[in-house]
């Protein structure tokens, strides 16, 4: 059973940066695509990021191009988001995806984190 755990969360202001870590137990890593997603109160869940796990392609929503980034480490076992130039609309829950055969902007992947919240103020 592969469990993810999201940190690294937390209140900072307009312009600061934050990098968010997601823990990734009961199987390597390298054997799932990971994707970031957020959700705003009372907005849907919305895509950030994404790696898949072959290619290590790297798909960003236009919201992130430019301030975020997404990697990997697998001697951590590990996916982090660094994230740049926070502004409040960054302000969400983030939670981090894995599955085997999904990728990129759908949001159909089999595991997911509980989270980890972020907020920016002005």
């Known amino acids: 059973q592969v469990q993810l755990v999201e940190s690294g969360g937390g209140l900072v202001q307009t312009g600061d940066s934050l990098t968010l870590s997601c823990a990734v137990s009961?199987?390597?890593?390298?054997?799932?695509?990971m994707a970031w997603f957020r959700q705003a109160p009372g907005k849907e869940r919305e895509f950030v990021a994404s790696l898949s796990r072959i290619a290590l392609e790297i798909d960003l929503a236009d919201s992130a191009v430019g301030r975020f980034a997404i990697t990997r480490d697998r001697a951590k076992n590990a996916v982090f988001l660094e994230m740049n130039g926070l502004t409040p609309e960054d302000t969400a829950v983030y939670h981090c995806a894995a599955d085997q055969r999904t990728t990129g902007r759908l949001n159909d992947y089999e595991y997911w984190g509980q989270g980890t919240q972020v907020t920016v103020s002005s």
């Open positions: 009961g199987s390597p890593i390298s054997d799932y695509n």
